[in-house]
């Protein structure tokens, strides 16, 4: 069994933002030499989420929307976390979008459905974050 | 390290339906010959799911009732994503429901608690979709 | 390839409460003797979860009134699961908050971000349930 593993870091500008990893975790997986395994993508922090949907600007402007409505960031007050933080809300939201994907690796390639692409989403983001990619297999 | 991998095809009839796929899972796992691993069942399409929960009706028409409430499919013009397309609210619910599952293999099968089985949900249907089941192990 | 299976039992006083499993999972690995693979921590019942994040009671409190709302225990006759059970919103918190996660295992240890703990995540406690545990790797 092989086993290969890397960080990709990134610091969003915003608060909250979707950012496209697949390039970045199909260059892992030619680094790796793997043909055959399954891949791990998770945040390395407990505000962030790694998820497959779609490539698809207005989808992401609906997940604003949407992750606002069922975990709002405001009022900060209204969540018992934010006595010394202001960003219960993006522990939540993190809940709905998921820490993780494992995504199947086939005769050297991610082992995708025509559309799946893999997401970074921040909510509480203008620092410095990681993602771990870690691939097993031969 | 041994690999298996097969895809399995639905074409549901209506828009949101849920299909157990216990059976066809274990199946590939008895040609798949692994004893011991791990096997990943996912969603190839960002509009369906794939779950464990109890295969019991009364909840999956709760799971519908509830998951239009979350994200509701009407009115269509609610969403960026729609502009083209009218299955917004499909890649939301896919998010809350997830994408895949991973399942240990212990002596030859699923690991699974007493209730535990795994549905395909389907959110934007009447068109063909596949799900891929990928085992690793020895 | 190796492989590690345990079972950790929990029965929680209150329906619904938040357990750190982090230290048996610690456990677990150093037991396996396995040093480069993945870790799966599932539920093995269909009513509770097992998530990564804060190891914050505040924010543990936030869960709890966040969903209630998403999904609300009362009336137990809104769900239709409901006729024989009472447990219906049990099983849709545990969708929201997921059933599984999966570990990098990097160099003997759980390859974890500054702030990632592991939760089991009880919806509808006062009866013994279950956790597997399965490590592959070498």
Redesign the interface.
């Given at each position: 069994?092989k086993?290969y593993?890397q960080e990709l870091w990134f610091n969003t500008r915003r608060r909250r933002e979707y950012l496209n990893l697949t390039p970045q975790v199909e260059e892992c997986l030619q680094k790796s030499g793997i043909r055959?395994?399954?891949c791990?993508v998770?945040?390395?922090?407990?505000t962030a989420s790694v998820?497959?949907?779609?490539n698809?600007?207005?989808?992401h402007?609906?997940?604003e929307t949407?992750l606002e409505k069922?975990?709002p960031e405001q009022p900060h007050s209204q969540?018992?976390?934010?006595?010394a933080e202001d960003n219960?809300d993006a522990?939540?939201k993190?809940?709905?979008?998921?820490?993780?994907?494992?995504?199947?690796i086939?005769d050297g390639k991610l082992?995708?459905?025509?559309?799946?692409q893999i997401f970074y989403g921040e909510f509480d983001g203008g620092r410095r974050k990681?993602v771990?990619v870690?691939i097993?297999?031969?």
């Open positions: 069994m086993s593993r055959e395994g399954l791990l998770n945040a390395m922090h407990i998820f497959i949907n779609d698809e600007s207005g989808l402007q609906d997940f949407w069922l975990a969540y018992h976390h934010n006595g219960a522990h939540l993190r809940q709905v979008m998921g820490r993780e994907v494992v995504v199947a086939t082992d995708f459905g025509p559309w799946e990681r771990l870690k097993i297999g031969e």
